[in-house]
């Protein structure tokens, strides 16, 4: 198990610095938005057009990985994202920004080349816990919050994908050396299934259905990390710094945690973990959704006005129990992958993956949306709630009548 613990930290320690880089606008796009002068909606699709990329990218990256191994596709794919990343930094314009964001946004499908490798080395009972540890370098976006900012301040936002550029390459080297070719990854490729045959896992229906489930978890906990900085300026009147920092209680917590829900997936089942996330996300967001509200009541004694809204004290734990019980949801989403599609996991996660980052690439642009059209910051968590709703339904009709919520079997 040496190998398969060094493959597994070394694997999480490369995706940290993908997802870290993958959510660099989420910061430095707020100096480029006071630069520019950009709208919530224009913010909205800076943001997210690197998550497209990643998004898309993962179903091919996922097939590839399982024709050719994840050590040398995760390699090549932290070197080529070097350039795109640099170039950054001498981008003037929006559409600019928009098409090297484009283009750097692969480094975000280095998901769906790890988790099929990671997969690889562990047995079945511990899949669930393995992948969770690989799930946790999505704490790269908590580690983006902390720093960036710090080199924003000091440097300037120019200087920020200058300084990832040489982590990704320093990264892309250490990880050749330290992780070891996959087992069952054949070197000739007339071993390897065709496209074709691999595409065909598709057909069945789970994959869909998963594909909902990690749209809401993953493409939730994207889009809130890169949308809650500049929440947190314009709902709370707070600095950059501060705002960063307040939005890691965010990310961390959703990065960190997501081990655990894999432990937990691996004990309880994917199917009661998914459950029970589903209804605590429903309470969080029903109560982040209500917008900051001033009521006039006309007494005997004359109009009694009251303020009723989410301090930024209870919004905070709010908004840290939301990133947690996404974690667990994300992990519970690939357990189900892990043990429904232990043969095809390539391919399976690399679908699941886009359909996360597909959420991850609209939310923001939604959001951006919605509040130029209602001018109410929390309608970002009223669209989420609604989601959350369809989730809950899918899960009812598809599984929670047949199956108990220990995750065992109902006898028919």
């Not at 009694?304 to 809204?309: D, P, Q, R, Y």
């Not at 989410?310 to 919004?315: A, N, R, Y």
Request: hydrophobic share 55%; glycine share 12%.
């Amino acid at each position: 198990m040496g190998v398969a613990y060094r493959v597994l930290f070394t694997s999480t320690f490369a995706f940290v610095v993908c997802f870290a880089v993958w959510m660099m606008f989420g910061v430095i796009g707020i100096p480029i938005r006071q630069e520019l002068g950009l709208n919530a909606t224009e913010f909205g699709l800076l943001t997210a057009t690197p998550v497209l990329s990643g998004a898309v990218l993962r179903l091919p990256l996922g097939i590839w990985t399982d024709r050719f191994g994840g050590r040398v596709v995760m390699t090549a794919l932290l070197a080529a994202c070097a350039v795109p990343v640099w170039l950054v930094g001498y981008a003037g314009e929006l559409w600019q920004l928009l098409l090297v964001g484009l283009v750097l946004g692969t480094v975000g499908a280095s998901f769906a080349v790890g988790t099929p490798y990671v997969a690889r080395f562990f047995p079945a009972s511990r899949r669930g816990f393995a992948m969770g540890v690989f799930g946790a370098g999505t704490s790269g976006a908590a580690l983006n919050l902390f720093v960036t900012p710090l080199l924003v301040a000091r440097y300037g936002w120019r200087t920020v994908p200058h300084i990832y550029a040489v982590a990704l390459l320093v990264t892309a080297v250490l990880f050749w050396l330290l992780a070891a070719p996959d087992p069952g990854v054949g070197k000739s490729s007339g071993t390897a299934p065709g496209m074709g045959a691999q595409l065909r896992v598709l057909r069945d229906p789970r994959v869909w259905k998963y594909c909902q489930y990690y749209s809401l978890t993953f493409g939730g906990f994207t889009a809130l990390s890169l949308w809650m900085p500049q929440y947190f300026i314009g709902e709370y009147g707070v600095a950059i710094g501060v705002a960063a920092a307040l939005a890691a209680s965010f990310s961390l917590p959703a990065g960190a945690l997501r081990a655990l829900g894999g432990a937990l997936s691996d004990k309880f089942g994917a199917h009661a973990t998914t459950w029970w996330v589903l209804w605590v996300a429903w309470i969080a967001l029903f109560l982040l959704s209500y917008p900051q509200t001033q009521l006039t009541v006309h007494t005997i004694r004359g109009p009694a006005a009251f303020h009723i809204g989410l301090s930024l004290w209870f919004f905070v734990p709010l908004l840290f129990v939301l990133g947690v019980v996404l974690a667990f949801g994300m992990a519970s989403t690939f357990k189900y992958l892990g043990d429904d599609f232990p043969d095809h996991l390539g391919v399976v996660t690399g679908i699941v993956g886009l359909a996360g980052g597909m959420g991850g690439f609209l939310l923001p642009i939604l959001w951006g949306a919605l509040l130029d059209l209602l001018g109410i910051r929390s309608s970002a968590f009223m669209l989420l709630y609604g989601i959350v709703w369809v989730s809950l339904i899918l899960i009812y009709f598809t599984e929670a009548r047949r199956v108990d919520f220990h995750g065992i079997e109902a006898a028919r």
